[in-house]
């Protein structure tokens, strides 16, 4: 099956021609010059200049250490932003669909709905895992991408590498691989698969593993074909300096990172064993990321139990497939034991 990824962008968008920014005319070599070309204010504390719109620094870093090459990176304010520009480069408003697979991550839909895109949705089996035959029977000319997430939230589960493989084979729009979780998991990246298939997309943020929720970074990885399109529509500055320096600065250093996931796993390890402990607690699901999703006897009354106990967890009862279920996130282990006092008690 030939992959034609032009066939799926945009028409608008195939025709754009770019924003093209002071700092995109002018890209500094380092040599000492007058930068009077961006309307800036001249005095200097620290963030008076516009950030480099295709944050090479950061990019190459990033590269490096998956054997990439940043022409293979996109990179947005939060991965929710790169999502959009996903809707927004290949789904054509009232006329395009794409396809999820709840229980999952809300902002698909939402998203959907904001660039008036058809959600079809296609739940997932019993055992959460995802239903290909019935995804397939869902595409039709106009699916553009297929959304799964991978450790899923709020399931906790990865799904089988066959399964996916199956539908990158059988599925001529893109598979995006949301990988938001994927520092938590036992199962490998699809990272190393980019090059073997041409529709596939990476997602990745820096909000969970990395510690950085409030600096709003998120990344897509995928062909430099892809990575080109999401390119010429994202806004001009839409990572910001401090955003930039920050990420670039822990980055190089994700040896205290490497420390506190390892310590969430062992806590999550041990959280479960605690959990199976509690009456009332009926399933404890199969998780790898930093979360546990249980199924309790009565969802909404231990929610409000807990919460008044001083502690909020999530309840994901409303979601397809999880009546009666509470989301844990795993914390330092002090919050942990207290989480663990407060479901004992009552
Ligand atoms: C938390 C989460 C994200 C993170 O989004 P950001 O905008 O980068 O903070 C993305 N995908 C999934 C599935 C998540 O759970």
Not at 44 to 64: C, F, H, M, V, W
Not at 95 to 114: E, Q, R, S
Not at 273 to 291: C, H, M, R
Not at 306 to 334: A, D, K, M
């Amino acid at each position: 099956m030939k992959f034609d990824l032009y066939r799926l962008v945009r028409e608008n968008i195939r025709g754009l021609k770019p924003y093209s920014s002071a700092r995109d005319e002018y890209t500094s070599d380092g040599s000492k010059m007058v930068f009077i070309d961006a309307n800036e204010s001249p005095y200097s504390n620290g963030i008076n200049r516009y950030p480099d719109p295709q944050q090479r620094q950061l990019k190459t870093l990033l590269a490096e250490s998956f054997s990439l090459s940043p022409a293979n990176i996109l990179l947005g304010n939060g991965s929710d932003e790169v999502l959009d520009l996903i809707f927004r480069a290949f789904c054509e408003p009232h006329k395009d669909n794409v396809i999820t697979m709840p229980p999952t991550y809300g902002m698909y839909k939402v998203l959907a709905g904001i660039n008036a895109i058809e959600n079809r949705e296609v739940l997932l089996t019993e055992s959460f895992e995802l239903d290909v035959d019935r995804i397939l029977e869902s595409v039709n000319s106009k699916t553009k991408v297929i959304f799964l997430c991978s450790p899923n939230n709020p399931t906790g589960n990865s799904f089988s590498v066959k399964h996916i493989e199956y539908l990158l084979n059988n599925f001529q729009g893109l598979l995006v691989v949301d990988e938001a979780y994927i520092d938590f998991a036992t199962q490998g990246s699809w990272l190393n698969k980019l090059g073997q298939f041409p529709n596939l997309m990476v997602t990745r943020t820096f909000s969970k593993a990395y510690g950085m929720a409030g600096l709003r970074l998120g990344v897509c990885y995928a062909s430099e074909n892809i990575i080109t399109i999401l390119n010429r529509i994202k806004p001009p500055y839409n990572v910001n300096e401090l955003t930039q320096r920050k990420a670039f600065q822990m980055i190089q250093n994700t040896a205290l990172v490497e420390e506190q996931i390892a310590e969430i796993l062992t806590e999550r390890d041990r959280m479960i064993g605690q959990l199976a402990k509690i009456s009332y607690v009926k399933e404890i699901y199969p998780t790898d990321a930093n979360f546990i999703l249980v199924k309790v006897d009565d969802a909404d009354k231990r929610y409000q139990e807990i919460l008044e106990l001083g502690v909020v967890v999530r309840n994901r009862s409303t979601q397809p497939l999880c009546y009666n279920t509470l989301r844990f996130t795993i914390g330092t282990p002090e919050e942990n034991e207290t989480l663990l006092k407060v479901l004992n008690s009552l």
